[in-house]
């Protein structure tokens, strides 16, 4: 299957999106299954992973029944409150739930870079790997060196590191170094971890103006680092209208991954979400 690995709809009349500015005519709309269907068309995708963007449970079931209704959304990451033991209830019965593969917490959103290691949230950690549940690590260059103490300290924890861990291009682009940090940090999760990497929201973090040149060195970095295998395309749909259509990122990654093998094409645009996400694979009981 040809996968798009990250992908959101939302409902902003709900109110629980509080990184939403509500002045962004872009964002701030209803988007649903109708209005991503064209694009899956246009580009032969045959199905999604939908993601959480708002840290509530009752999105996570708003997403999972989309996906009882929608064919084409293969699998759905969730959220559950890590601050809130209590909530392993929610996590065993999401887990029954066929297309339900894991959560992910909004760390980029949290003040505190050190959260993810705070004692009273290890217990999450612990509970995904007992349900065999996934773990989205969301956040930016600044969070990576504690991303790999927890990909270290729980090394049966299934990670995907979102969106490249978000390079600050747009720093670049004005003159500054954001790759070399970055860059080490990627490496460093790539040879000392076993997680994935999606390969998503690089134009989000460019600023206006931006050309595939801007893009390529931070791309090309985390094809080398982390290998086919471990590569997996998302779209970031609609955040990424922020910078750039549905088409123009798909077409960019088809070009920034036309020195790779027919095969390493095909784990990067599905092969990797199938088999890390285990689409399609009976759920828990």
Known sequence: MKIDAHQHFWQPARGDYDWMPKDNATLNRVYGPGDLAPHLARHGIDGTVLVQAAAS??????????????????GVV????????NHRAHLDRLAAHPKFCGVRPMIQDIPDV???????????????????????ALGFPQHIANFLTLAQRYPELRIVYDHCMKPQIRDQQAGEDAFTNWAAGITALAEQTAGCVKFSALVTEADDGWAVA?????????LDAFGAERVMWGSDWPVCRLQADYADWHNMAQALTE???????????????TAFYRLGEPAMN
């Open 214 to 222: 801007d893009i390529r060195p931070f791309a090309r970095h985390v």
């Open 78 to 85: 969730g959220w559950v409150d890590f601050e809130d033991k």
């Open 259 to 273: 020195h790779l093998s027919d095969a390493e094409r095909a784990m990067i645009f599905g092969g990797t979400a």
């Open 114 to 136: 050190n959260w993810m290691l705070r004692d009273d949230v290890q217990w999450a950690y612990s509970a995904l790997i007992d349900l065999d549940l996934s773990f989205d």
């Open 57 to 74: 449970v009752h999105e996570t079931e708003y997403m999972l029944g989309l996906a009882d209704a929608t064919p084409s959304i293969k």
